[in-house]
């Protein structure tokens, strides 16, 4: 059996783990391609009007896989943490495809729900029932695949805070690379925070990344910080967050700015996304408190390529005029 796992959303944070442990249960793991025009057009097609650009991106990437694979793998995470959640989207995501499954002609969708919630424990037990219900496999053969997909995972995660990032590690990811490289001195360490489906997606972002890079920027992502680092850093505000994803964001901005680790922060964030209008309050009071540049990109299926490259530019060149000023002063 083939099973089809769409090239966004969590694919960037659980791709290892997913891959190695659909793969275990002995399924043929196929991914859907880079997002490109035809997968976000079609994904803006069908989905709500208001939902944010990688969840429609999400619809694209199913289709996508029409007629490659037996089914779908588009799991229910409802928590990864003890007492926090994920957003909301990631809790209706198998509902938003079944209700369109039909009309599109998708495959059959595997659905596991992953809810840490109540007990760490939980996820371990959901998925070896999931092989076993699904499957037929034995208990142990279950537990045997649930631990061959952590060693990858915990491996892929050691390489993100040794300093690569998903793009160099995940497969067929290199299309957003840097065509040149700044001098090291005149580098400016630039934070990129936001959701991993968001900065690492090169369409959806317009090549963010490899733009910035060619402007001179040593990037800074939350990926490169232990998770355990992040959410420690992340308690430092007034009000307890409880989406999880949003505290490894606010965690990223409090570590950087508490070590004086970037010159300047960009925020990318999806239009019509709840939890990243709220945190972004947050950040901007950060960066603003530790006289850290900050500016927010607000990303959707419109988003212009002429607008995106001015102002990472004005940001850019503002960064180093900063950096000369200081080195002057100095
Ligand atoms: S956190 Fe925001 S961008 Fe991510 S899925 Fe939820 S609404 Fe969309």
Same mark, same amino acid.
């Given at each position: 059996? *083939?099973?089809?796992?769409?090239? &966004?959303?969590?694919? %960037?944070?659980?791709? #290892?783990?997913?891959?190695?442990?659909?793969?275990? /249960?002995?399924?043929?793991?196929?991914?859907?391609?880079?997002?490109?025009?035809?997968?976000? &057009?079609?994904?803006?097609?069908?989905? =709500?009007?208001?939902?944010?650009?990688?969840?429609?991106?999400?619809?694209?990437?199913?289709?996508?896989?029409?007629?490659?694979? @037996?089914?779908?793998?588009?799991?229910?995470?409802?928590?990864?943490?003890?007492?926090?959640?994920?957003?909301?989207?990631? /809790?209706?995501?198998?509902?938003? $495809?079944?209700?369109?499954?039909?009309?599109?002609?998708?495959?059959?969708?595997?659905? #596991?729900?992953?809810?840490?919630?109540?007990?760490? &424990?939980?996820?371990?037990?959901? /998925?070896?029932?999931?092989?076993?219900?699904?499957?037929?496999?034995? *208990?142990? @053969?279950?537990?045997?695949?649930?631990?061959?997909?952590?060693?990858?995972?915990?491996? %892929?995660?050691?390489?993100?805070?040794?300093? *690569?990032?998903?793009?160099?590690?995940?497969?067929?990811?290199?299309?957003?690379?840097?065509?040149?490289? !700044?001098?090291? &001195? =005149?580098?400016?360490?630039?934070?990129?925070?936001?959701? #991993?489906?968001?900065? %690492?997606?090169?369409?959806?972002?317009?090549?963010?990344?490899?733009?910035? =890079?060619?402007?001179?920027?040593?990037?800074?992502?939350?990926?490169?910080?232990?998770?355990?680092?992040?959410?420690?850093?992340?308690? @430092?505000?007034?009000?307890?967050? %409880?989406?999880?994803?949003?505290?490894?964001?606010?965690?990223?901005?409090?570590?950087?700015?508490?070590?004086?680790? $970037?010159?300047?922060?960009?925020?990318?964030?999806?239009?019509?996304?709840? #939890?990243?209008?709220?945190?972004?309050?947050?950040?901007?009071?950060?960066?603003?408190?530790?006289?850290?540049?900050?500016?927010?990109? !607000?990303? @959707?299926?419109?988003?212009?390529?002429?607008?995106?490259?001015? *102002?990472? =530019?004005?940001?850019?060149?503002?960064?180093?005029?900063?950096?000369?000023?200081?080195?002057?002063?100095?």
């Amino acid at each position: 059996m *083939r099973v089809g796992i769409p090239r &966004s959303l969590l694919y %960037y944070k659980y791709l #290892p783990f997913w891959k190695t442990f659909l793969a275990e /249960l002995g399924l043929e793991v196929e991914t859907s391609p880079l997002t490109n025009k035809k997968i976000l &057009s079609w994904g803006v097609e069908v989905a =709500e009007n208001e939902l944010c650009v990688p969840v429609k991106a999400f619809y694209g990437h199913c289709m996508a896989l029409r007629g490659r694979v @037996d089914a779908l793998f588009v799991p229910r995470v409802v928590s990864v943490e003890e007492r926090e959640y994920t957003c909301p989207k990631f /809790l209706g995501l198998p509902d938003m $495809v079944a209700a369109v499954a039909d009309q599109l002609e998708l495959p059959p969708l595997l659905t #596991p729900k992953l809810n840490q919630r109540e007990k760490p &424990s939980e996820f371990k037990w959901q /998925l070896i029932n999931f092989a076993r219900d699904q499957f037929g496999l034995s *208990r142990w @053969d279950a537990i045997a695949a649930l631990e061959a997909a952590r060693v990858a995972q915990k491996r %892929y995660q050691e390489e993100l805070v040794r300093g *690569r990032k998903p793009l160099d590690l995940l497969p067929a990811s290199r299309l957003n690379r840097p065509r040149w490289k !700044t001098p090291k &001195s =005149e580098r400016k360490r630039i934070g990129l925070l936001g959701h #991993p489906y968001n900065i %690492y997606d090169g369409y959806i972002t317009q090549n963010l990344i490899a733009r910035l =890079e060619e402007m001179g920027a040593e990037l800074v992502v939350p990926e490169m910080t232990d998770h355990h680092v992040l959410m420690e850093a992340a308690t @430092d505000v007034p009000k307890q967050l %409880y989406w999880t994803y949003e505290k490894e964001i606010m965690g990223a901005v409090n570590h950087w700015t508490r070590q004086k680790m $970037v010159d300047g922060v960009i925020y990318v964030l999806a239009f019509a996304c709840g #939890p990243d209008s709220l945190v972004q309050v947050l950040i901007e009071h950060r960066a603003r408190t530790h006289n850290v540049p900050l500016m927010s990109l !607000t990303i @959707d299926e419109h988003s212009g390529e002429a607008g995106l490259v001015t *102002r990472i =530019e004005a940001f850019t060149d503002m960064l180093m005029r900063k950096k000369r000023t200081a080195e002057a002063v100095a």
